[in-house]
């Protein structure tokens, strides 16, 4: 086990005393990260404690003194912490002077890949299920803890909190429970006026969570067809059960390079014909740092041949972001084809060393700049996903 990891795991607090071990986070990875947040100001408008670290150590502080958080199981207790302790990492990049007063646009967003990187480079967070299930619950918690006090601005709530709560479905410890905890908590550790205006905008949006039935669980859908238009932001009723006129399945493999995407298609879809970027590079002597244009077309043209003759196949490149794989999966649906992510994770230290053996090996600089990149497939993008460790 990583040794960062056992020493941020040891600062949490637990039953009897819950006593934060401040000191001994300062002596992790975190440091230079905890001096950076100390100079990262805030709007007094609505921080008027002052600084991000200050913000962050009240909510955590806040955080263990609620009776809900102190009844969760021992793990869930661990990753709400974590989130809270994350929770606002984002605004270090984000944070600038705009309108005269400081703002931190897309904090969140930003700091839920900050801290999925930091979890998995710097504390080995990755490459089992129950790793892979706490990194993510704590990066989905950060990534949607601004989402319940503007739930109003929202352009369609319901949908918002269902397509939330969906992620439970790949993250077993998630659920809007939890949100609403660290929520809470964000809301009590600061210095704010109208704090009791936004506490009850919370309580409402939790209140209509509950009563679409996601509180606790992702929504029942009735067919994976129904539930992907739904989540996809089709306008279609959520309890119709769509008529599905897809032809067979294209499965999209995600996933840095080095994890063991070609091994693992190799014992599991030997019979599948493949799209395979990395053939293609091989094929048009083209190396991966490279522009890679040509490297794309030719690719779309082969799995436009696959379509047209209703193949089934396989799309095997990285895909790490949600726009890249949106381009490929709207040329599969136009087609008419189902599509199923499957994103594959490996440690960070058998990653390495599997790409230095590559005949073309990858630049550490390049992985490490997917991995600050990197968002996993959520349940939204295809009518199937899977998270898979190898």
Known sequence: MNENWNRLKQAIPCAPAWEIHWKILADTPLKPYILTMKQTKQNPLWHGEGDVWTHTKMVCEELVTEEEYRNLPQNQQQIVFLAALFHDIGKIPCTRWGDGAWVSPNHTLVGSKMARELLWKYFAVCGTKKLQNMRE?????????????????????????????????????????????????????????????????????????????????????????????????????????????????????????????????????????????????????????????????EARQRAKEFLRNHQPFVWNATNTTSMIRRKQIQLFEQYHASVKIVFLETDWETEQTRNISRKNEVPQTAIEKMLKDLELPEMREAQRVEWLCV
């Open 137 to 297: 619950c704590i990066c989905t918690l950060i990534r949607n803890h601004s989402v319940p006090i503007h739930i109003l601005d929202q352009k369609d709530p319901e949908r918002r909190l269902i397509s939330i709560a969906a992620q439970g479905k790949l993250i077993p410890d998630f659920s809007l429970t939890l949100l609403k905890i660290l929520v809470r908590a964000d809301l009590k550790g600061r210095i704010y006026e109208d704090i009791n205006d936004s506490l009850e905008m919370m309580e409402l949006c939790f209140l209509s969570a509950d009563e679409l039935g996601v509180l606790k669980s992702a929504y029942k859908f009735p067919s994976l067809n129904t539930e992907h238009a739904y989540l996809s932001g089709k306008n279609v009723w959520r309890e119709q059960d769509l008529y599905d006129d897809t032809w067979g399945e294209v499965i999209l493999i995600s996933g840095l390079p080095g994890t063991g995407k070609d091994t693992w298609l190799e014992q599991h879809h030997s019979g599948l014909p493949m799209v395979s970027l990395d053939q293609i590079r091989t094929e048009l002597g083209i190396l991966p740092t490279q522009p890679q244009g040509k490297v794309i077309n």
